[in-house]
Structures are given as structure tokens and as C-alpha cells.
């Protein structure tokens, strides 16, 4: 339970910590976030309620920072999507759960990046007003998304390799701490 609410506490700090840092000086390193590795891995190894709630509560708890500190509302249509997408992830990790093996999870957390890019990037196509509603204006959403900000390729890219490092992360500490001797994750985790 502990290295639960430790997990939960880096991730905020993580995504604060990157969202406030000037685009100078982190450049390159949009989207590049814990939270959908945690969504996914959360609902293989952790009980199914902490599964579900940790990566939203992650979630929710930097947007409080980061929506105040940008001057923007906590409960607008654009925010929804991240939700949506990020309980998608979990939805993957739930399927992964029974047979938890590397290529499984791999694959579950390149169809989540997948997936939460979509899902993202439609969600602003429908909430921003400077994208067409058309199929020419969702295809900008998806691909080079707005003036003045970075491809929205980009940010899929950053997202996927994030989500694949820490999965891979992620399932190495879980490898690690089985072989240690941790027989109570498993109880733990059977009894949710």
C-alpha cells in the first residue's frame, strides 16, 4: 500500500514539476509522463480498486496545480478526453491482468498510447474553436495541431516512448520485488 501512495505522490510531483518548468528549458519533453504506464500496469499488479483510482487521482490532483497555475477551469470539455483515455489504459491493463507477460504488456501500452492519442486529440478537435469540424480540421488535431505549438506528432511520439519506458520500468520493479520475496503484493492483489 505504500509503494501505492509513494507511486501516486511521484507521479504528481513528476507532472507538476514538468508542467510548470518553462517550454525552454523542457523542450522536447512534452507529454512525456508516468500517469497512462501507471493507468496500465496499476490495473495488472495492483488491487482492482487502487487500480482504478490511483492514475485518477494522479490525474486529478496535478490538474488542481496545473490548472490553477496556467489560470485555466478545472471542469471544462477539453479535460474529459484525458480522463476517458486514461480509463481506456486501465481498461488495457484490466484485459492484460490474467496473463501479465512482457510482450502482452508491451503491446497493451503501445495500444494505450494509441489509443489516448486519439481520443486526446479529438476531444480538443471538438472543444477548440481554430479546428475546422471537418475531416481535413480532425486530421490537423492529429497530426500538426495548432500554430504556435509544438506537432501534435510530437506529443504522440513523447507519449509513447514514455509509456513504453516506464511499463518497461514499471514491470522491472514488479520483477524485481517477486524475486525479493513479495508474497504479499500477490495476496494484495487476489483480494480486490
Known amino acids: 500500500m505504500f509503494a501505492s501512495f509513494l507511486l501516486l505522490l511521484v507521479a504528481v510531483v513528476y507532472r507538476i514539476v514538468l508542467g510548470v518548468t518553462s517550454s525552454a528549458q523542457m523542450d522536447g519533453w512534452h507529454n512525456f509522463?508516468?500517469?497512462a504506464a501507471i493507468a496500465l500496469c496499476g490495473a495488472i499488479y495492483l488491487p482492482r480498486r487502487l487500480a482504478i483510482a490511483l492514475p485518477l487521482v494522479a490525474l486529478f490532483v496535478s490538474d488542481l496545480f496545473l490548472n490553477a497555475h496556467y489560470g485555466t477551469a478545472l471542469l471544462s470539455l477539453d479535460i474529459l478526453p484525458r480522463y476517458l483515455a486514461l480509463g481506456g489504459c486501465v481498461g488495457l491493463g484490466l484485459l492484460v491482468r490474467r496473463l501479465p507477460e512482457l510482450p502482452r504488456i508491451l503491446g497493451a501500452s503501445v495500444a494505450g498510447s494509441l489509443l489516448f492519442y486519439v481520443i486526446t486529440n479529438t476531444g480538443s478537435w471538438l472543444a477548440e474553436?481554430?479546428?475546422?469540424?471537418?475531416?481535413?480540421g480532425w486530421w490537423q488535431a492529429l497530426t500538426s495541431g495548432l500554430p504556435g505549438y509544438p506537432p501534435t506528432l510530437t506529443?504522440?511520439?513523447?507519449?509513447l516512448l514514455s509509456d513504453l519506458f516506464f511499463t518497461a520500468l514499471f514491470?522491472?520493479?514488479?520483477?524485481?520485488?517477486?524475486?525479493?520475496?513479495a508474497p504479499a503484493l500477490a495476496k494484495a492483489r487476489n483480494v480486490a
Do not use: D, E, H
Not at 474553436?129 to 481535413?136: I, Q
Open 33 to 35: 509522463s508516468p500517469l
Open 129 to 136: 474553436p481554430a479546428y475546422a469540424k471537418t475531416a481535413a
Open 155 to 159: 506529443f504522440f511520439r513523447n507519449s
Open 171 to 181: 514491470v522491472g520493479c514488479m520483477a524485481v520485488s517477486r524475486r525479493s520475496g
